[in-house]
């Protein structure tokens, strides 16, 4: 990204940085709202008299809402823009966090994470069709690359912030801060994000199904979409099983827990730093292909040593597994994205609902094949990895890259 300002579809100036900012900060309300209560999972069990693997099946139907959710928003957001829907979506989140802490048993609170879920996931699809609306592929990747390494602050500091909000005022006020945050985001919105929707799309069923047909027709789109989907369950693998594997297998504290999840989560930040550095050389498509091997190695050595009592050396590989997700999310969404077109506002909803489609379902299996053992992570891990890379190598680099949207300066 070459200026400090951007021209939208209204022709005000935007400052690139707060914008990207904004997004990355709005990505953030999916680590925010999952990792902030895992340390809380038996308190909010004990308060709803019911079982702690209940309180996990929470987790996942948020991943459903974040799939599912971001359906509702590709019609939408090319109808009537991008903006009012966002904000829209903020406030229900906003809401939604402020009811979960009135749930009265699992089922009102399940459903409430859903309505956080669905509002949440907002952002996230607006975020991703601006960005493909003002940038071109690389610059797209470094956009998304800088958004995430923001959005990579909020798994550092959500388990930490949680586990001592939690240890304060009781696992409530993790949903109050959720909710204070949404309102927070809905007043910065209204100021840094523009309008980039130049020509409404009516709806009508042919409207809605005919972009999902066209986008599902090209290998370019297919290929980064699946096999990008598949390399950040990694992530969602991580989540769902390490509070088991750390705390209840090596014996860690809640605290201590949340001091780790933050130091993985700081891995991911320095990642994502330096797939900004390496678009500068390289192509989208070269960084995530040599990712991917790195990943899958790393898999492979976190399998074999699985059932070491050295914690250490246990984190190690696992380490470097969870800090690929910021550059293999930033470069394959840019690759699906790049060939989006005019379809921009459904690609993103593909795209949010196939890897949050991957996480909901990486995650249940995760919790309903616990064995007591590590190897629901580990091997978990190692599949995904190894199935990203296999579809990558059943499609080919794309021909090249856009040119840019972006007047050069």
């Known amino acids: 990204m070459s200026k400090e300002s951007i021209t939208s579809a209204s022709d005000k100036k935007i400052n690139k940085l707060a914008l990207v900012a904004t997004f990355g900060i709005l990505s953030a309300f999916a680590p925010f709202s999952t990792d902030m209560y895992l340390s809380s999972f038996p308190s909010i069990a004990d308060s709803l008299n019911t079982s702690i693997s209940n309180v996990q099946y929470s987790l996942s139907t ?75 592929q690389r610059e797209s990747a470094s956009a998304l690359s800088l958004m995430m390494m923001i959005q990579g602050v909020g798994p550092i500091a959500a388990p930490l912030l949680g586990a001592y909000l939690h240890k304060i005022w009781g696992w409530e006020s993790v949903f109050l801060f959720l909710a204070i945050l949404g309102v927070a985001c809905f007043l910065i919105s209204t100021k840094t994000v523009p309008e ?88 989208p498509f070269h960084v995530y292909r040599i990712t991917l091997v790195f990943l899958l190695i790393m898999s492979v050595i976190l399998c074999v040593i699985a059932n070491t009592s050295h914690m250490w050396l246990f984190m190690i590989p ?64 190692l599949v995904a990895s190894a199935l990203a890379l296999l579809f990558l190598l059943l499609g080919k680099a794309p021909s090249g890259l856009k040119k840019s949207k972006i007047d050069k300066s």
């Open 196 to 283: 980039t929707l130049e020509k409404p799309v009516p709806i009508n069923v042919r409207n809605v199904m005919s972009p999902f047909y066209e986008l599902f027709k090209k290998k370019e789109f297919v290929i980064p979409l699946l096999s990008g989907s598949l390399a950040l369950s990694t992530m969602f693998i991580f989540i769902s099983g390490s509070p088991f594997v750390f705390m209840s297998i090596f014996g860690v504290s809640q605290e201590h827990y949340s001091w780790i999840f933050g130091a993985y989560a700081l891995g991911m930040v320095c990642s994502g730093q330096l797939n900004q550095v390496l678009m500068r050389k390289h192509s």
């Open 62 to 136: 948020y991943f459903v809402g974040l799939a599912f959710g971001q359906l509702l928003y590709a019609p939408i957001i090319d109808r009537y823009g991008r903006k009012i829907p966002m904000l829209m979506g903020i406030l229900l989140f906003s809401i939604a966090s402020a009811l979960i802490i009135f749930s009265p048993d699992i089922g009102s609170f399940v459903g409430f994470r859903l309505l956080q879920a669905i509002g949440g996931c907002a952002g996230m699809v607006v975020s991703r069709v601006i960005i493909q609306d003002l940038f071109n």
């Open 318 to 381: 696992l380490f470097f597994c969870i800090a690929t997700v910021p550059v293999v999310g930033a470069n394959s969404t840019a690759l699906a994205m790049s060939v989006s077109g005019k379809y921009a506002g459904s690609a993103s909803s593909i795209v949010g609902v196939v890897q949050f489609g991957f996480a909901s379902l990486s995650s249940a299996l995760v919790s309903g094949l616990s064995d007591g053992t590590t190897y629901p992570l580990t091997v978990g891990i």
